[in-house]
T-cell receptor, first 116, second 109 residues
Framework: SAVISQKPSRDICQRGTSLTIQCQVDSQVTMMFWYRQQPGQSLTLIATANQGSEATYESGFVIDKFPISRPNLTFSTLTVSNMSPEDSSIYLC?????????????FGEGSRLTVL | GQNIDQPTEMTATEGAIVQINCTYQTSGFNGLFWYQQHAGEAPTFLSYNVLDGLEEKGRFSSFLSRSKGYSYLLLKELQMKDSASYLCAVTDSNYQLIWGAGTKLIIKP
């Protein structure tokens, strides 16, 4: 199973600022996924990050707001730009292993952001 | 549209058995997952079903009926540490993972 490290684990941010979340995996993976989980709700996929290409964003999420980097097969970053209180959420990095396209997901510990 | 339904919250007693249901309507089906998520932690994988029937793994079992668009997670011999949210997720025909809102399970002594 993959081991995923995320940082920061939590942060309190001011409105209008930006924060970059880092995700490090202990093995090489093709795709990395960035999720958001708002309080009391389930997971919402923000984007899929592939090494060497632009990230693929889900409906409702745009690159200007959530720029993603994927410089190599073990690392990715997600930036939450120009934050507002509505961006207060847990942001989770995940990778998929096993069973091809239907493999189980392994998650990082999450980054809990509070925007004041 | 695509939809996953599961109860918002359930309460059970330590030592008992609880069944958490999940119904889904998706464009195609390529498997159903159950994840456990303790408060303040990331989800962890519990089970995967792609064929009809029951998959047993220790105290946890997961059942799938594709014709009914239905699954359940069965937890036996409940322990206090089983208090968590249980997330049902379905992979559709495009291999997109559709998540349910989760069922918060409260275990009482």
């Amino acid at each position: 199973s993959a081991v995923i490290s995320q940082k920061p684990s939590r942060d309190i941010c001011q409105r209008g600022t930006s924060l970059t979340i880092q995700c490090q995996v202990d093995s090489q993976v093709t795709m990395m996924f960035w999720y958001r989980q708002q309080p009391g709700q389930s997971l919402t996929l923000i984007a899929t990050a592939n090494q060497g290409s632009e990230a693929t964003y889900e409906s409702g999420f745009v690159i200007d707001k959530f720029p993603i980097s994927r410089p190599n097969l073990t690392f990715s970053t997600l930036t939450v730009s120009n934050m507002s209180p509505e961006d207060s959420s847990i942001y989770l990095c995940s990778v998929q292993q096993g069973r091809g396209d239907t493999g189980e997901l392994f998650f990082g510990e999450g980054s809990r952001l509070t925007v004041l | 549209g695509q939809n996953i339904d599961q109860p918002t919250e359930m309460t059970a007693t330590e030592g008992a058995i609880v069944q958490i249901n999940c119904t889904y309507q998706t464009s195609g089906f390529n498997g159903l997952f159950w994840y456990q998520q303790h408060a303040g932690e990331a989800p962890t994988f519990l089970s995967y079903n792609v064929l009809d029937g029951l998959e047993e793994k220790g105290r946890f079992s997961s059942f799938l009926s594709r014709s009914k668009g239905y699954s359940y997670l069965l937890l036996k011999e409940l322990q206090m540490k089983d208090s968590a949210s249980y997330l049902c997720a379905v992979t559709d025909s495009n291999y997109q993972l559709i998540w349910g809102a989760g069922t918060k399970l409260i275990i009482k002594p």
